[in-house]
């Protein structure tokens, strides 16, 4: 027999006379249990800095109103969340700090599981405005500042849309926020799409796709090291054998057309065949799902277990790969064999006679010119007289 309730399946637990619901309760104290344990580590340097990016209306803050309450036992609704697909609340970037749950919340019994000194290890999440299905370049910038730790929280999305379009792309990098702090930069970048949405926004995720695939020229090392995870919302609108744990009036959406959009997310960031890491079907609480229930607790509180896992170890120190020598010599060649090149399209020939030739007069010119600024530094003759004499 297994040593966890949370490593049983369904049959195990009937075994144990639990019915599905009891071993859904005693899991999520197990779970609570091990987030604490987590938050504690001995191996975690820096809380995680989570970064919920998506389309508008994927249903981002309500992963965070979500989250407050399978840790607190308590639906505080902090986030802003909007009506609608096309609709949102986010204008800015938001910073909820310990996952938004403060000492005050910890109220219910069965959260003593995570004690309250435990709250400075959750992490930190940071919800954005959602964005429409679009790749430009003004796009780029705003979400590489923000991955990049350059963006305040509570700076205004909108605001740097202004200012981006008066000043060109590429100011907000190059002069207005070009410094970047640590407790900004993103470790975790969570993408969120909407089972209700059957169009995956293909071009939203190229874009932030690329950004983190850049590197640094000097090191060739990835600029930013942020792990890509993906929360598929609206999961109780899925036709599946596992409806009647949360009940919603809302339109259903097959399963077929689920595993569809599924299937499509999967193929664009490279998941498949690593689903349970990188993957979490979500059910947010709403008004359709109510404010209390177990199962969805569980799905909230295995994500914030996953986001807890310690990263691989980066790299402390990296030798420089490009350095500026290294940089002069490789443009030094690009140009020689630009040239070479741009004489052998005109039908000229250089003989090695002709190069050894231009190197001689090179070294020639260069000890001219060496000659002449000696000279030029030298004192006067008369001067040196005068010092002998005196």
């Given at each position: 027999m297994t040593d966890s309730i949370h490593d049983m399946d369904v049959k195990d637990?009937?075994?144990?006379?639990m019915s599905e619901l009891e071993a859904v309760v005693e899991e999520n104290k197990e779970l609570l249990d091990?987030?604490?344990?987590l938050c504690n580590s001995w191996d975690r340097e820096d809380?995680?800095?989570i970064l919920l990016f998506g389309n508008?209306?994927?249903g981002k803050s309500s992963i965070v109103n979500t989250i407050i309450k399978a840790l607190s036992g308590m639906y505080i609704p902090k986030a802003k969340v909007g009506q609608g697909s096309t609709q949102s609340k986010t204008f800015s970037l938001d910073r909820y700090v310990s996952c938004g749950v403060t000492e005050e919340y910890m109220g219910d019994t069965e959260r003593q599981y995570l004690h309250c000194e435990s709250l400075v290890g959750l992490p930190t999440i940071f919800d954005v405005a959602g964005k429409s299905n679009t790749d430009s370049a003004e796009l780029d910038e705003i979400l590489e500042l923000?991955?990049?730790g350059h963006v305040q929280p509570g700076t205004s999305i909108e605001a740097l849309t202004k200012l981006q379009e008066e000043h060109k792309v590429g100011s907000l990098k190059e002069t207005i926020l070009k410094k970047s702090r640590e407790k900004w930069r993103m470790t975790k970048i969570v993408f969120v799409h909407s089972c209700r949405e059957k169009k995956v926004p293909d071009k939203l995720i190229d874009c932030l796709l690329r950004i983190l695939?850049?590197?640094d020229p000097r090191t060739a090392m990835p600029k930013y090291s942020a792990y890509v995870y993906v929360v598929l919302t609206k999961y109780d609108l899925v036709k599946d054998e596992n409806s009647f744990k949360w009940s919603s009036n809302e339109p259903k959406v097959t399963y077929e057309e689920f595993r569809e959009i599924e299937k499509e997310i999967e193929q664009r960031f490279s998941i498949q065949g690593s689903l349970e890491d990188?993957?979490?079907?979500?059910?947010?609480?709403?008004?359709?799902?109510?404010?209390?229930?177990?199962?969805?607790?569980n799905i909230a509180l295995k994500f914030i277990k996953r986001m807890l896992m310690v990263r691989n170890d980066e790299a402390k120190s990296v030798k420089t790969v490009m350095s500026t020598w290294t940089l002069m010599n490789l443009n030094m060649k690009r140009y020689w064999q630009n040239a070479k090149r741009s004489l052998e399209e005109r039908q000229f020939t250089i003989s090695l006679g002709t190069l050894a030739m231009g190197i001689v007069f090179g070294i020639f010119a260069l000890a001219m010119l060496c000659k002449v600024y000696i000279m030029l530094k030298a004192p006067p003759s008369g001067h040196s007289r005068d010092r002998e004499y005196y």
């Open positions: 637990k009937d075994k144990l006379g091990h987030i604490d344990w809380v995680e800095r508008i209306g994927a923000l991955i990049g695939r850049k590197t990188n993957r979490t079907r979500w059910v947010s609480y709403s008004d359709a799902t109510g404010k209390d229930n177990p199962y969805i607790d």
